[in-house]
């Protein structure tokens, strides 16, 4: 079965408890982005609002960190979210960051721009839990997905069944009704999505909607 996490930035966060209670039912995990201002042009939440969350629901947390120098804060995420998604982009010693976060109690996941080509995870594929890759460029939500996605993933997928055949494979960015088929298709099993959730009248029949999508049931 596909696997849904939505993402709380296309919520209103005035509302975020009653925003996220639309979707605890169907979802099977909530994606949190992190921002920093630096490594994107986007600044969008930290650890009050993390910690807050972590309160209100027992949910499995999904953090994707667009953040420089990600390490400075394993720590403090890995009390609060259950996952650890750092990008290849923004990390030097990836082997010792994945193996610190694993350490920490967390599942670790790498995630690759739109530019970044998957074959650079050839060495660190064994030890990973999952790859997110990105379908637009990272920072905002309600972006037009990136069509060259469905490639990247299905050599993504060629890869992992070689070399770490459980590996999640998700993709962040644009994901939609139309897409999702596609995506499931070529290997994608677990799917972020945001403005395809939140920004429609009702959340909950929407991810169940899209997980019929993506098994390819109308
Ligand atoms: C973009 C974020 C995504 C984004 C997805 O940088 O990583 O998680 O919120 O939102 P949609 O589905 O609206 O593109
Ligand atoms: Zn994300």
Do not use: W
């Amino acid at each position: 079965m596909p696997k849904i996490y939505p993402s709380i930035l296309a919520a209103d966060f005035v509302s975020l408890g009653t925003e996220i209670n639309k979707i605890l039912n169907d979802a099977d995990g909530i994606h949190l982005d992190i921002m920093d201002g630096v490594f994107v042009p986007n600044i969008t939440f930290g650890f009050p609002i993390i910690e807050s969350i972590r309160n209100f629901t027992n949910v499995y947390l999904d953090a994707h960190l667009m953040i420089v120098e990600p390490d400075r804060y394993l720590e403090r995420f890995a009390s609060y979210v259950n996952s650890i998604t750092v990008h290849y982009e923004t990390v030097v010693h990836l082997h010792r960051t994945i193996f610190e976060i694993k350490e920490l109690g967390c599942d670790a996941g790498v995630s690759l721009n739109p530019h970044t080509p998957v074959f650079l995870l050839e060495e660190i594929l064994p030890f990973l839990d999952k790859v997110l890759i990105m379908s637009v460029n990272p920072g905002f939500t309600g972006q037009k997905f990136i069509e060259t996605t469905f490639a990247k993933v299905k050599k993504l997928r060629e890869m992992a069944n070689k070399i770490n055949p459980t590996l999640d494979i998700m993709v962040d960015g644009g994901v939609n009704k139309e897409n999702i088929r596609e995506l499931s298709v070529n290997g994608v099993n677990t799917f972020i999505i945001g403005a395809s959730i939140f920004h429609k009248e009702n959340p909950s029949v929407e991810i169940k909607e899209l997980k019929k999508a993506a098994t390819g049931i109308d």
